[in-house]
Each structure stands twice: as C-alpha cells, then as structure tokens.
C-alpha cells in the first residue's frame, strides 16, 4: 500500500494532530491542508475539504492498524475487508467510466469480473479507485497486473469523441448515454462469463436506464448502484482499465496532432481547443472534442450552441 484516504471528523482531525506531535511526526505547512506532517518515510496530510487525511509512503498499513484505526477512528477495517464487506468477494461484475467530466477524448466504460479469489488478489496488490492514483505509470502498472490475474474479465468499451456526439444528440442527455454504454459493458461480460449472478456501478441515473438498455437484448442480470461504489475491488479495477483506455487515447491522438491534449476544462486545454479550431476549422473539435460541453461554445460560438441551464436529475 502507497497511499490511503479515510473522511475525518473534525474531532478526528483535532485528535490526530495531537497523536502525530506525541509519536515524534514533524509539522510543516502544506496549501489545502489543515496540517501536514512527515516521520521517517511517512506523510501524513489532512485536507481542509472534508476533512479527510491522505497517507502516503512507507509504513501505512503498520500507521492504520497500530495508530490510526484503534486510536483515532476506533473501528478495525484493514485486514477485516471479507468482514466489514463480504459481498465485496462474492462474484461479481464492477462497472465504472472514465472521460465523463473531460473535455478532450473519449467516454471510456470498462467492466471486471471478481470473485474471491480474485478480489484478495486485487486487494493484495493495492487496487483502488483511479481518482485516488495520481501517476499515469501506476495506472498502466495495475492495469497489466488485472488483465493477467488468473480469472479476472475485463471489458473495455471506448466511445471515441466522433461518436459520442452523434450518440449524445441521439440520447439527449449524458445519463441514457451512459446507460447504454454500461449496458454494452455488462453484454460483453456476460457473453465471457454467462453465470456471473450481478453488476455493481456507482449511481449516477435510474437502474432502469441500463436495464431497459438490457432488455432490448433479452439480457436478465441483478443490477445495483450505489454512491462510492468505487470502494468495491471489481469497480476499481474497472476504473482503473477505463483510465488506462482514457489516457492512451490522449497520448496517441495529442502526438498525431502535434498538440497536447489535457484534462478536465483546464486553460490549457481551452487554449489547445483553439489551436485545433485555428488549424483545422469548428468541425474538428468534433473528432477529439465532446461539443455539448459549454468550452466548445466559448471557442467556437458560431458552430456550437451554449448547452441550456443544467436541470437536477429526477426519477
């Protein structure tokens, strides 16, 4: 284990600094950070957005179970994962996306199939959520360390920016196209791996849209989403796979352009937005580009609409 994160109360967070001073950790200030403290190869950080404290280096397991858990969460988890979470090791399909919030590239789903076996293997070898692994190497490492762990399934599923516009003005709205892309995932599994009994995904519309998705293919499966589903083995892995798939489509087509292809809606990327356009017109923005977002407006006012006032989702 390399890193770990766990929310914090604010009496949690008060308690822990006191703990740190008394084991001999030396403070120093840190941007974001309510305080930041280092001993030997150990950081201990706690974000002021949370509050939550981020372990990082060598020693964590040692620092949760000896320090952390007993002292200042007062709960034991690390080691008792099959306890806290036993359907966690039961079979299993985990489904998760990657490029939903990222201007540039594609939507990536991807999808792994867990068991016992399997998600101790996983759990043995630090699999987590993407979100919470900053190097890109790490994320190419675990992906290789899934795709050959006897048993595991995944299935990726990249819909590339071309068509995903098409399919986003076919759907309307970023839910049913999520929807559908889930529902090819879990297809695509289940033709490897027919008996697989549920799929698990984080929450993010009504479970009818993948099951109506489904059922247009006669595909009977237990679906469940849940919020932080990404605590789920199969789920990180799968984030983790679609992650991957994300990032080297960015590398391979930044390098065909000549053009460095960000993440998110940062300035840099509106700024590559509008070399693109300048070189190769408005409708280039179509093939690396996901259009409804509100940055190609801003580039190119005259060939995309500005997208209507966000509604909240409702069953």
């Not at 995904?201 to 059922?215: G, M, N, P, W």
């Not at 293919?217 to 589903?229: F, N, V």
Request: a positive charge; aromatic letters at 8%; hydrophobic letters at 40%.
């Amino acid at each position: 284990m390399n890193s770990y994160t766990h929310p914090l109360t604010t009496d949690q967070a008060t308690k822990l600094r006191g703990l740190l001073k008394d084991i001999g950790f030396e403070f120093a200030p840190k941007p974001y950070t309510i305080f930041f403290a280092q001993k030997n190869k150990l950081s201990v950080a706690v974000y002021e957005k949370g509050p939550k404290i981020l372990l990082q280096g060598k020693g964590i397991e040692e620092f949760i179970q000896f320090e952390l858990e007993p002292k200042i969460l007062e709960q034991a988890k690390l080691g008792y994962e099959e306890v806290h979470s036993p359907e966690m090791f039961e079979p299993h399909f985990g489904i998760d996306e990657s490029g939903k919030g990222d201007f540039f590239g594609p939507l990536v789903i991807a999808g792994v199939y867990v068991d016992g076996t399997i998600a101790r293997k996983f759990l043995d070898v630090g699999i987590q959520d993407s979100k919470r692994i900053g190097s890109d190497a790490r994320i190419r490492a675990l992906a290789k360390i899934i795709r050959t762990t006897p048993g595991a399934i995944g299935d990726t599923v990249a819909i590339g920016p071309e068509r995903y516009n098409d399919l986003y003005e076919k759907f309307g709205n970023l839910n049913s196209l999520l929807g559908w892309g889930h529902a090819r995932v879990i297809e695509n599994l289940l033709a490897k791996k027919p008996d697989c009994p549920r799929a698990l995904s984080d929450k993010f519309a009504d479970a009818k849209v993948i099951e109506r998705a489904l059922l247009q293919h006669g595909t009977a499966i237990r679906l469940e989403q849940r919020t932080k589903a990404e605590s789920d083995l199969a789920v990180a892995a799968a984030s983790i796979l679609a992650r991957e798939a994300f990032i080297d489509w960015l590398e391979r087509k930044g390098k065909a352009l000549g053009t460095k292809l960000g993440r998110g809606v940062s300035a840099q990327v509106k700024e590559a937005a509008k070399k693109i356009v300048e070189s190769g017109g408005p409708e280039m923005l179509r093939t690396v580009a996901k259009v409804h977002f509100r940055t190609a407006h801003e580039i190119a006012p005259g060939s995309y609409a500005a997208p209507p006032p966000r509604r909240e989702w409702r069953k």
